[in-house]
């Protein structure tokens, strides 16, 4: 009831257990709430009292799980070392708190401590920030750095009060929750998937038709001129490239297709290779859209 007072999206889980208690997509039967459709722990997860009291009158020892994306919420999870050496760039680490002290080093910035804490009985520390509603920061594992994992969208940790066959989540902090650092977000952001280097052609925006056909044959030709073995991926970086275009509303998706053809024809790529690499590079592009810029004044 407190976490939902905070406005935290709560669920039961199993007694001394990290398992949701609500049923699983496996085991839907499609009635109740589930009649249009399943609805796992992230979707029912509520801050509403009477559901609470029901849910937890059902069964009074549940655990409690909290729904980090219903929450706006992201959390840390800073593990012990369970008996191992961190790798050679952790060093001399012995906890992923050690570790998110030497990444505050490195930023320049101060260990974001002030904020709600919950130990657990591992002892893992989990510290809570805030995000915006429109957060796309999702559960990590060690992306950080050593011993660091993280819960977001699509995710849930066990709210202190749970209980655990080794001992209790007990509060560390009581403290508000913080925004969570600027700093630290890139450190749990995914990297970009294809990730080609773009092709830079220059800052010439072809305002003309005839101007535009020459940066659509400037792109070709890294392909038609690409080294020996190097075609296929300069292919790709040339769809990458176009596709941004085309998401920016430079080069309609048919002209983009039909250069790229032609130059992938010239260097013999097989068709089916290349419509894959086409495909593929327009999609990734077109999640970058770009507009060409004008010349420099
Ligand atoms: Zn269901």
């Not at 709210?159 to 890139?186: E, F, H, N």
């Not at 080069?251 to 297709?257: L, V, W």
């Not at 790529?269 to 010349?295: C, F, K, M, V």
Request: charged letters at 20%; a positive charge.
């Amino acid at each position: 009831m407190s976490a939902a007072r905070q406005g935290l999206y709560v669920f039961p889980l199993w007694p001394r257990s990290k398992i949701p208690a609500l049923h699983g997509k496996r085991h839907c039967d499609g009635t109740g709430v589930c009649t249009e459709g399943h609805l796992g722990w992230e979707q029912r997860a509520t801050t509403d009292p009477d559901l609470i009291r029901y849910w937890w009158n059902a069964s009074p020892s549940s655990n409690v799980g909290i729904a980090c994306g219903p929450s706006n919420l992201y959390v840390l999870d800073l593990d012990p070392d369970h008996g191992q050496d961190p790798p050679p760039e952790w060093a001399g680490a012995r906890h992923g708190r050690d570790v998110l002290a030497r990444l505050a080093e490195q930023a320049g910035q101060p260990y974001p401590h002030d904020t709600y804490t919950v130990r657990t009985p591992s002892p893992s520390v989990h510290p809570y920030f805030t995000v915006g509603q429109d957060s796309l920061l999702r559960n990590t594992a060690g992306r950080a750095g050593w011993r660091i994992d993280s819960r977001g969208r699509g995710g849930y940790i066990v709210a202190a009060g749970s209980m655990r066959r080794d001992g209790t989540y007990t509060v560390a902090r009581r403290a508000p929750i913080a925004p969570l650092p600027q700093w630290l977000v890139p450190l749990f952001t995914p990297p970009p998937r294809p990730q080609p280097e773009p092709v830079v052609f220059g800052d010439v925006r072809p305002l003309s038709d005839t101007r535009r056909q020459r940066y659509l044959d400037t792109v070709a030709d890294t392909v038609i001129h690409a080294a020996p073995h190097t075609a296929h991926d300069t292919l790709v970086r040339a769809a990458y490239t176009l596709g941004r275009l085309v998401g920016g509303g430079e080069f309609t998706d048919d002209q983009a297709r039909s250069t790229l053809h032609i130059a992938a024809q010239h260097r013999r790529i097989p068709t089916h290779e290349a419509n894959t690499a086409i495909s593929d590079g327009l999609d990734a592009g077109s999640r970058s859209p770009r507009q060409l810029a004008d010349r420099a004044a």
